[in-house]
T-cell receptor, first 117, second 108 residues
């Protein structure tokens, strides 16, 4: 158990709909990362937050948005869903961001499997 | 830009040694990680290299050459449970960028 909690574990929805994925980082971790993993694809970096602020952005679609709240949990919002958005969405957390003491090791949640029909 | 290359698939025999290579070309470099991921599960940390050389951890070792943009993960005394995907990832300004992963199949 990595200590990172993601909900829901599974989600089935229809094209055009909107969903919210939730992540609670490990106790004490300030950074949250979101990754998308489609079938036969590697982990694609979406976005990173540190202590409530956006720190880095990857190949995140405009239909997707995220935020990190004062209690450090994070939500990833996916809207106008398309079939191609079906994937495993991982949240990961780490202690810090980019500092000398930050080895960058990420602790991953179990993922939220999204199926768009 | 970011480019991380690993072989897509490898097969090895139980008890043997296998080396999984990773080459990278990234705009920044703050370290290289290897993660293991079993199908449908979360990736788990295996190793971290920030300086050139070999890091050994039990049956797993990882090597880094920054000048060559090259790393490898060495798995010794392979076990059936080592069948998984192995992800090479480069740390760049605080975030981890992953390669596509190498699916290793260990056969009896």
């Amino acid at each position: 158990d990595s200590g990172v909690t993601q909900t829901p574990k599974h989600l089935i929805t229809a094209t055009g709909q909107r969903v919210t994925l939730r992540c609670s980082p490990r106790s004490g971790d300030l950074s949250v990362y979101w990754y998308q993993q489609s079938l036969d694809q590697g982990l694609q970096f979406l976005i990173q937050y540190y202590n409530g602020e956006e720190r880095a952005k990857g190949n995140i679609l405009e239909r997707f948005s995220a935020q990190q709240f004062p209690d450090l949990h994070s939500e990833l919002n996916l809207s106008s869903l398309e079939l191609g958005d079906s994937a495993l969405y991982f949240c990961a957390s780490s202690v810090a961001w980019g500092g000398a003491a930050d080895t960058g090791e990420l602790f991953f949640g179990e993922g939220s499997r999204l199926t768009v029909l | 830009g970011q480019n991380i290359d690993q072989p897509t698939e490898m097969t090895a025999t139980e008890g043997a040694i296998v080396q999984i290579n990773c080459t990278y070309q990234t705009s920044g470099f703050n370290g290289l990680f290897w993660y293991q991921q079993h199908a449908g599960e979360a990736p788990t940390f295996l190793s971290y290299n920030v300086l050139d050389g070999l890091e050994e951890k039990g049956r797993f070792s990882s090597f880094l050459s920054r000048s060559k943009g090259y790393s490898y993960l060495l798995l010794k005394e392979l076990q059936m449970k080592d069948s998984a995907s192995y992800l090479c990832a480069v740390k760049n300004t605080g975030k981890l960028i992953f390669g596509q992963g190498t699916t290793l199949q260990v056969k009896p």
